[in-house]
DNA sequence: ACCTGAACACCGTTCAAGT
DNA sequence: ACCTGAACACCGTTCAAGT
């Protein structure tokens, strides 16, 4: 279940790598994991009004003066599980990028990784959101906060790499430096707000009644289409490259996904 | 500052119009949106994590049984709060379809008007989405669940006509029945998505690099492109018609806004 | 019938006392 | 040096007592 929060427990720069890590701050790191895996569990359940100091408290072996030793404030906590989160998601882009298949595709498998992610875990995504809004970003510790943008940076760059391929392959055009960013930016609000959305207001009248048909891929087609990402989707089947990525790319992962979901 | 509540005080449904309503009715009805003014300026002035009912009470002149007497829990405020913001949308959407000039410009107007909506008022925005979400709405009263459903759906209808409008016009096309309610859905979630963003994660790297440009525009020329809205954005001046919907139709919206933010 | 506010269980954060 | 848990101020919700 949390998995993703131990293998990536050694590189939360709270407690900076060294040569040789000491004993110590390798059980403090690792109790730091531990405390992190309960809070994933609270949210995970009921959401995040579920998720309090007391609760963690109880349910850790420790004492809350412990946990503020660990976490400055509630919103820390916050902050290091959608760090997590990030984290997570990044090992999905990576998979994504190494899709076979042309530069619009590979856009079209990083969509899906990003949707993947929000499937697997729904409160963790708006966690993402909310622990980027001023209220929470100034109660959480710097250190955390600074994380935070390294991973958004990382995660930027992957797409930049994309659409400059793309150009390069000359299956993209990008008139002016800035328009690149831009098109960076429109790809994150589409894939975002669709997303949002989707796993917030699915009993609104304008979603419920998209009833069986999946949103994802036709906005994706119409915004790239706008973007003149070539082949254009009605010289291409994106549709078929839509289930390779399931398949050949997150096979894995899907299983892992109640049946209910199909992407 | 919460003119928008007042005007509307009679219209809730919790407390519904009769021939004659009585005077006591009235009164109930007077304090609801004293108590929901209050609640407005709590969030406004500090967020969501603001707005306590212990606060609220004292900054009223009333006891907690009686708050409790108006709204069944916390999260019920925050949805009555949702839904004074969508009828203030609804009041702009309305104006903004009433914009001169062809389809696709209409369109624009109304998303200038979604995005005038979270500039005048960026908490409640955030509060639509969280005010969908199953937590708070499972403890929400139903009367005020069913309000937010009606509400949602006048504005679909909205949008929904003016979609219409535009294929009758043959400025779009829209093959089957379904699509044009993913086309809806495209634009809100492009709408969304950029205003969510734009407004939670503007210290985010790929949001600050994009330095003084507005993003909103190339989202939607981009959008609208892909949906093969004519006339293309590559045959007419969009900027133009985004200057005139600021200037034609929400002049006085715009001079309230600080001058910060210029659309 | 409606209003009040005391009461209760819970929560976030701190810090003196302990090891 | 680090851990503990009592203490404090605050919060959401209820309900017996008042009018």
Redesign the pocket.
Known sequence: MLKFLCELASKDPVYPLQNRISR?QQA?AD?EQELLGIAFELVKQEGFAN???????KLS?????????HF????DVIVALCNAAMREELVLYRKARDFQGNSREKALAMHFAYLLASERNPVLFNCVLTAKSPFVQE?ASQARTLMQQDLEKEITLLIDSLLAQAVEQQELRCDTESSMELMAFANWAMAFGGIALLLNARASHSISRLGGMNPFLFNLNTLLDGMQWQPLSADFDYQASWQRVAHEVFAAEMAELPASLQL
Chains 1, 2 share one sequence.
Request: charged share 35%; with cysteine.
């Open positions: 110590k403090i109790r998720l309090t100091m007391e609760r963690l408290t072996p420790y004492s809350k003066g412990t946990l503020y030793n400055c404030s509630k919103e109660k």
